[in-house]
């Protein structure tokens, strides 16, 4: 049983009715996903996390830097990155919906596999407070990043994304550094990484359900 089982739209407070019809209306497709049923035991948490992921996550939502597909893409890439298997099973048909293929949506999951890869690595260098790792070759095979259909841009959003959450400030760094030469600004990083975060809340919390 979960530990915050859900709570039917027909059990709700008014209150919580409340957010239920705005979610039925904007993001759920005239439902109510469980996994809002199952936050609603706090009223306020749920109110924040539906207007968070309708305002940065949701790839129907017009108007922002990101586009949709983008979004979504980097969506599946926190869910996978933060170990949230009911998320990343729910994201990865949404990459679908928003327009990606079945092949990109593994190839997605594959950079974020990838790039987690080289974040374990390069973390060990920076904890390990010994000079003598920094000579030492990574030797790590990592033509993802080059041989997918995603677009470098892409790769590199997920790569940032995803090394931030693994706290990997050379990786960070390296991939900020790399989007600003394609011509990313950094108000489209930052929403990227805020795309990321309301992800990430979410991913806490049903991770642990």
Request: proline share 4%; glycine share 4%.
């Amino acid at each position: 049983m979960p530990v915050t089982p859900p709570i039917a739209p027909d059990k709700a407070s008014e209150a919580i009715q409340s957010i239920y019809e705005r979610i039925k209306e904007t993001i759920g497709n005239g439902q109510v996903p469980v996994g809002y049923q199952m936050m609603a035991h706090s009223e306020a948490y749920l109110s924040d996390s539906y207007n968070n992921y309708k305002k940065f996550v949701h790839h129907q939502n017009p108007g922002k830097l990101l586009d949709g597909k983008q979004r979504a893409a980097l969506a599946l890439a926190t869910s996978s990155a933060m170990n949230c298997v009911h998320c990343v099973r729910a994201h990865a048909k949404d990459v679908v919906a928003a327009g990606w293929t079945e092949v990109q949506a593994a190839e997605i999951l594959a950079v974020t596999a990838t790039c987690t890869m080289y974040n374990t690595y390069f973390k060990f260098k920076d904890l390990a407070g010994d000079p003598a790792f920094e000579h030492l070759s990574p030797g790590l095979r990592a033509f993802t990043f080059q041989k997918t259909s995603l677009e470098e841009t892409m790769v590199e959003l997920i790569n940032v994304v995803v090394s931030n959450i693994n706290n990997c400030k050379k990786c960070t760094a390296s991939h900020v550094a790399r989007l600003l030469e394609l011509g990313v600004t950094h108000e489209t990083i930052d929403e990227a990484i805020k795309v990321s975060a309301t992800m990430a809340s979410f991913n806490t919390y049903h991770r642990t359900q």
